[in-house]
């Protein structure tokens, strides 16, 4: 079957290969280079840090290097292949950002918080009306998207950059 085979050693990057392995004896060659690190500070719009971040590397390995911030909103990566590397953060309620040929450490990452929106439709008789489709589009969402109500006539859209939105049920 599909087999990885992932490799560290001293102060050598991490390497792996994927394999398929089949009956009969197979040779797999790994190299090392010298390992790099990548320091990464993520901090909100109001210069908070952001705890929990996920950090993602891309590099020459075929897979990924992850890691979360911690309480300072800083993480470190460790047993990276040469730069450049593409970073990706990410985080809850946050705006997730790319970063391509990034080769520079420490890499300081500002991310904007994303904004929710609840949504009341109601009859022409004031009544609240569930399960009813509510489409929302703007330059900042498009495609629109659609959702539907609740019970009570409410539905929470969230992860909206600012901007303006027109929104029809």
Request: hydrophobic letters at 40%; glycine letters at 6%; charged letters at 20%.
């Amino acid at each position: 079957g599909d087999t990885w085979i992932i490799a560290e050693g001293g102060q050598s990057q991490r390497t792996s290969t994927r394999l398929l392995v089949i009956d009969g004896k197979q040779e797999v060659s790994l190299s090392f280079r010298k390992a790099n690190h990548l320091i990464c500070n993520v901090i909100s719009e109001l210069k908070k840090p952001i705890v929990q971040a996920l950090i993602e590397v891309k590099t020459t390995d075929p897979l990924l290097h992850y890691t979360k911030t911690d309480q300072t909103g800083s993480a470190i990566l460790s047993r990276l292949g040469p730069p450049p590397w593409t970073v990706r953060i990410s985080a809850p309620g946050f705006e997730t950002i790319t970063k391509s040929n990034v080769n520079v450490s420490p890499l300081s990452v500002e991310l904007k918080a994303l904004s929710s929106l609840w949504v009341t439709v109601v009859s022409q008789d004031k009544k609240p009306v569930p399960d009813a489709t509510v489409w929302i589009a703007g330059a900042a969402l498009w495609p629109s998207r659609s959702t539907k109500t609740n019970a009570d006539g409410r539905v929470l859209i969230q992860n909206l950059y600012t901007g303006m939105y027109d929104i029809t049920a």
